[in-house]
T-cell receptor, first 110, second 111 residues
Framework: GDSVTQMEGPVTLSEEAFLTINCTYT??????LFWYVQYPGEGLQLLLK?????DKGSNKGFEATYRKETTSFHLEKGSVQVSDSAVYFC?????????FGTGTSLTVIP | DVKVTQSSRYLVKRTGEKVFLECVQD?????MFWYRQDPGLGLRLIYF???????EKGDIPEGYSVSREKKERFSLILESASTNQTSMYLC??????????FGSGTQLSVL
């Protein structure tokens, strides 16, 4: 079945460090791919998405490229801030259902 | 802005109680979902509904039921709460392949 595997955390970085959170997927058909973010005490909110191969999603300095050949959608940011501390979820959908990874907790220290 | 509202932020119940978790959306979306979130397990789908009075089991439906009498409201029911149902419950609404909108979550503790 469809599934998402993402890098386990927790991840701790210093402010202005480079961030990569790995995500790979298994899907039948042609999935849309997402990164969601969950700030402390809140629900999930969409960070970025890509709907077809080679698309790049971007938002708030975060980027991810839909790589069909490697079935990956890695999240990157060139310079993280303390305010980026949150849990990040990779997700996909091929139909009515959405499938989420287990989440990666990021803590950014000043 | 679109909004998904969950009726309670924190809830404490006793083993064996019947528990209702309510979710309301104001976006006129057909699809609504209930997930539970547990550390190390991510989000697991309990039930979803793609129309009024329609429901589909997700990955972990045991011990739960749902009700969708109106398009905007999707209720999760724990018929007889147990301690292993202590968790964060998240409601979402949306239309694939578009994004999901999530509520703030209900942290349920079953004692």
């Amino acid at each position: 079945g469809d599934s998402v595997t993402q890098m386990e955390g927790p991840v701790t970085l210093s402010e202005e460090a480079f961030l990569t959170i790995n995500c790979t997927y298994t899907a039948t058909g042609y999935p849309s791919l997402f990164w969601y973010v969950q700030y402390p005490g809140e629900g999930l909110q969409l960070l970025l998405k890509a709907t077809k191969a080679d698309d790049k999603g971007s938002n708030k300095g975060f980027e991810a490229t839909y790589r069909k050949e490697t079935t990956s959608f890695h999240l990157e940011k060139g310079s993280v801030q303390v305010s980026d501390s949150a849990v990040y979820f990779c997700a996909l959908t091929t139909g009515n259902q959405f499938y989420f990874g287990t989440g990666t907790s990021l803590t950014v220290i000043p | 802005d679109v909004k998904v509202t969950q009726s309670s932020r924190y809830l404490v119940k006793r083993t064996g109680e019947k528990v209702f978790l309510e979710c309301v959306q104001d976006m006129d979306h057909e699809n609504m979902f209930w997930y539970r979130q547990d550390p190390g397990l991510g989000l697991r789908l309990i039930y979803f509904s793609y129309d009024v009075k329609m429901k589909e089991k997700g990955d972990i439906p045991e011990g739960y039921s749902v009700s969708r009498e109106k398009k905007e409201r999707f209720s999760l029911i724990l018929e007889s709460a147990s301690t292993n149902q202590t968790s964060m419950y998240l409601c979402a609404a949306g239309r694939a392949p578009q994004k999901l909108f999530f509520g703030s979550g209900t942290q349920l503790s079953v004692l």
